[in-house]
């Protein structure tokens, strides 16, 4: 067996340092992972387009954690790692206009492009790219793309009443440093555990997986995440 076969997912960089911006933090799935990444000891910006309400919903997830509030610009420029949080529809021009500020950094994209419909519920959108991931790596040819958190529930961040996530993340990219940074990361999060789930050609079906994890909450009242066997 070769070194990098045995290579398990807990044979990772230590993350414990790097401070975390989040665009569009402000939205629950932002405001969620500031919170875990506060509790675990990360300083975290929360991005906003307005400056004010980045500085409110820092100041919602509690004075004694090491959270604060700035403009998407401000969030991206200042910190280590960088995970866009916004809704698919300001995805591209989000990423478009903060070029200069991600150069170099590493990017976590979040986003899963879903659509709904009443009678068909979610269902993933043709993306031209391929996927949200690689429409990030392609406006930030500079930056070092991971896909990674599609299928966390912001509920269960958000709820105090949760100590533990209890899921993996699959974590998608081409630059294996990186990847590896971002699993670390995710495993931060007590419960969580970061797997390396391939490329980022193949994270239009993670996006997409969204849709039936969607379909499985609405069926069974849940906060569906995985678990990956064998690894
Ligand atoms: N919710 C979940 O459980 C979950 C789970 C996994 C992944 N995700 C993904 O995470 C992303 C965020 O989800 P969410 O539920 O937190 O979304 P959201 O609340 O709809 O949006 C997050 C924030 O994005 C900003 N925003 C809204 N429209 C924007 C635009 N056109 N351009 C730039 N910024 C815009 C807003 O912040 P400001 O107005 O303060 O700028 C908003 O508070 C989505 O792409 C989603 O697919 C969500």
């Known amino acids: 067996m070769t ?6 997912p807990y044979d990772l960089p230590d993350a414990s340092g790097l401070t975390i911006g989040i665009l569009g933090g402000t939205g629950d799935q932002g405001k969620g992972l500031a919170r875990r990444f ?26 004694d954690l090491p959270v604060s509030g700035a403009e998407n610009p401000v969030a ?15 995805h591209k021009a989000t990423l478009e206009s903060l ?17 709904f419909e009443k009678g068909k519920g979610a269902f993933a959108l043709p993306v031209e790219e391929g996927s949200a991931a690689e429409q990030a790596a392609a406006v930030l040819p500079d930056s070092r793309v991971v896909a990674a958190f599609h299928h966390v529930s ?16 699959l974590v998608l990219g081409n630059d ?9 990361l995710a495993g931060r999060i007590p419960g969580m555990r970061g797997v390396y789930g391939g490329r980022l050609h193949n994270a239009h079906q993670i996006e997409a997986f969204t849709a039936n994890l969607i379909s499985m ?12 066997t064998d690894v």
Do not use: F
Request: glycine share 10%; charged share 30%; net charge negative.
């Open 3 to 8: 070194e990098q076969q045995q290579k398990t």
């Open 38 to 63: 506060a509790l675990a000891g990360h300083r975290v910006t929360i991005g906003s387009r307005k400056a004010e309400r980045a500085q409110a919903a820092a100041g919602e997830l509690g004075a």
């Open 76 to 90: 991206a420029g200042e910190s280590d790692v960088v995970i866009v949080a916004v809704p698919w529809d300001g």
């Open 99 to 115: 070029r200069a500020e991600l150069a170099g950094k590493i990017v976590v994209d979040c986003v899963n492009p879903l659509g």
């Open 154 to 169: 912001a509920r269960l961040l958000l709820d105090p009443g949760v100590d533990e996530m209890e899921l993996d993340v």
């Open 176 to 184: 294996r440093e990186a990847t590896d940074l971002v699993q670390a």
């Open 217 to 228: 909450n609405r069926r069974y009242k849940a906060h569906a995440g995985l678990r990956i």
